[in-house]
């Protein structure tokens, strides 16, 4: 089943505490992508990658890092989590950057940060 | 740049009625424009999408939009409402110009009454 899979799906932590959510995908995409979605201010990229080892910050990069080592794997690490990145967050990917196929999303992982 | 406005962040309709969204966008050049549609607890899935063939674009579950470039619109519709049509919809737009990214909408969510 073509699916992209993101772990954890909920996790608390305290502030300054480094986490990593994963972001696996078995479709071969090239595109991979993160989001964030907030109350009211819909989805918000925060990082993408065109392919492997090429990546580029989105519209709310600030806090958070990615890598991309592998075609299937894009890994969002948050290196001093703060409660302003308390957060629903998706892990998406297409064929290539400039499709405009469908965009396929994880179930999302709903962070908190105390 | 490109903007995406979603009139109503939350809709109410009695099952069996009509399921209208609106959706409005700024852009200097025709985009690409989607629906996507998030079901509680999962990830988003493509409704439907316009990428400059038939303005009326029909899409699953009976979701239809119509694409107006005059009024920069891309409503969203279905006649008859479901319960199962009770989630949170987001208007997207790209721009081939801008490798295709995708900026979201605040979102609408639906909610159904029996």
């Known amino acids: 089943e073509a699916q992209v899979t993101q772990n954890p799906r909920y996790l608390i932590t305290v502030t300054g505490k480094k986490l990593t959510v994963t972001c696996s995908q078995n479709m071969n995409h090239e595109y991979m992508s993160w989001y964030r979605q907030d109350p009211g201010l819909g989805l918000r990229q925060i990082y993408y990658?065109?392919?492997?080892?090429?990546?580029d910050k989105g519209d709310v990069p600030e806090g958070y890092k990615v890598s991309r080592k592998e075609k299937r794997n894009f890994p969002l690490i948050l290196e001093s989590p703060s409660p302003n990145q308390t957060s629903l967050y998706f892990c998406?990917?297409?064929?290539?950057?400039?499709?405009?196929?469908?965009?396929?999303f994880g179930e999302g992982s709903r962070l908190t940060v105390l | 740049a490109q903007s995406v406005t979603q009139l109503g962040s939350h809709v109410s309709v009695s099952e069996g009625a009509l399921v209208l969204l609106r959706c409005n966008y700024s852009s200097s050049v025709p985009p690409y424009l989607f629906w996507y549609v998030q079901y509680p607890n999962q990830g988003l899935q493509l409704l439907l999408k316009?990428?400059?063939?038939?303005?009326l674009v029909k899409g699953i579950n009976g979701f239809e939009a119509e694409f107006k470039k005059s009024e920069t619109s891309f409503h969203l519709t279905k006649p008859s409402a479901h319960m199962s049509d009770a989630a949170e919809y987001f208007c997207?737009?790209?721009?081939?110009?801008?490798?295709?990214?995708?900026?979201f909408g605040g979102g609408t969510r639906v909610l159904v009454k029996p």
């Open positions: 316009y990428t400059s063939a038939a303005t």
């Open positions: 998406a990917s297409k064929f290539r950057d400039r499709d405009t196929g469908e965009l396929f």
């Open positions: 990658s065109m392919n492997v080892e090429v990546t």
């Open positions: 997207a737009v790209s721009r081939p110009a801008a490798g295709n990214k995708l900026t």
